[in-house]
C-alpha cells in the first residue's frame, strides 16, 4: 500500500493515514537519518506553516501518524548524504535553494495552501500535469531524489524477496514526489500492479 504524504496537512488527513496503517504488516517510513545545518534549512519551507493556526494545518510526526504496535524500517539517506547530492547542483542553484526555502516557508504560513495551489494541478483522476512534466525534467528535484529511491526500492525488492510468500501487508509511507518512482519500481524489478485507489482530502482550501 503506497501512502503518498506531504510534509504538512489538514490533522484529519494524518489521522486517517494513521487508521489505514494500522492495518498494515509492516510500515517503509521515509525520514533523512541525521542531523545538518542544510537539511534544517530545508526543512523551514514547511515547517514554519502549522505554526499559524489560521491555516489549520499541522506538520507530519511520527508520533502522531505511526501506530505503536506495527514494524518500521527506514531505508533513507543520511542527512550527509542528502547535502552532498545537492552540492552536486551548480553552485549558485545550490546557493539559490538554501535562501529560498525559509522564503517559502513565510509565504507558506502567511497565505496558507493557496499560496502553492496551481491550475493544473485539478485532480481528473490521476492527470499528466504540465507542472508534473516540468518536475521530470528538474535538476533540483533528481538531485533530492534520484538516490533516496533507489534506496528505497533496494529495500522494497529485499522485502520482497524475503517476505513475498507471506500474506503480509506492506505500507510505504513516502512524499508524494517519490510515487511515480516506487510505482514505476515496483512494476520494473517485482512486477507489481496497482490494482485500485482510495483518495483522501489532504488540506482544503478558504
Not at 142 to 155: E, Q, Y
Not at 173 to 186: D, E, N, P, Q, R
Amino acid at each position: 500500500m503506497i501512502f503518498p504524504m506531504l510534509h504538512v496537512a489538514s490533522p484529519t488527513f494524518y489521522s486517517q493515514v494513521r487508521l489505514r496503517l494500522r492495518e498494515c504488516d509492516l510500515i517503509v517510513l521515509e525520514g533523512i537519518r541525521g542531523k545538518s545545518a542544510g537539511v534544517s534549512a530545508l526543512t523551514l519551507a514547511y515547517r514554519f506553516a502549522p505554526r499559524r493556526r489560521r491555516n489549520g494545518l499541522q506538520e507530519q510526526r511520527d508520533e502522531l501518524l505511526l501506530p505503536k504496535d506495527v514494524p518500521v524500517i527506514n531505508p533513507d539517506v543520511t542527512a550527509a548524504e542528502a547535502i552532498s547530492d545537492l552540492k552536486a547542483l551548480p553552485r549558485w542553484t545550490y546557493i539559490l535553494l538554501m535562501v529560498a526555502a525559509p522564503v517559502m516557508g513565510l509565504v507558506f504560513a502567511l497565505r496558507g495552501p493557496r499560496a502553492f495551489f496551481h491550475e493544473d494541478q485539478v485532480v481528473e483522476d490521476l492527470p499528466s500535469t504540465l507542472r508534473a512534466e516540468e518536475m521530470a525534467d528538474n535538476p533540483v528535484e533528481h538531485a533530492m531524489t534520484d538516490r533516496r529511491d533507489r534506496r528505497l526500492l533496494d529495500a522494497l525488492s529485499e522485502i520482497h524477496a524475503e517476505r513475498s510468500s507471506e500474506p503480509i501487508r506492506v505500507a510505504v509511507v513516502y512524499g508524494a514526489g517519490h510515487v511515480a518512482a516506487i510505482v514505476s519500481g515496483l512494476r520494473d524489478r517485482n512486477g507489481y500492479r496497482a490494482r485500485e485507489a482510495e483518495w483522501l482530502t489532504v488540506l482544503v482550501s478558504d
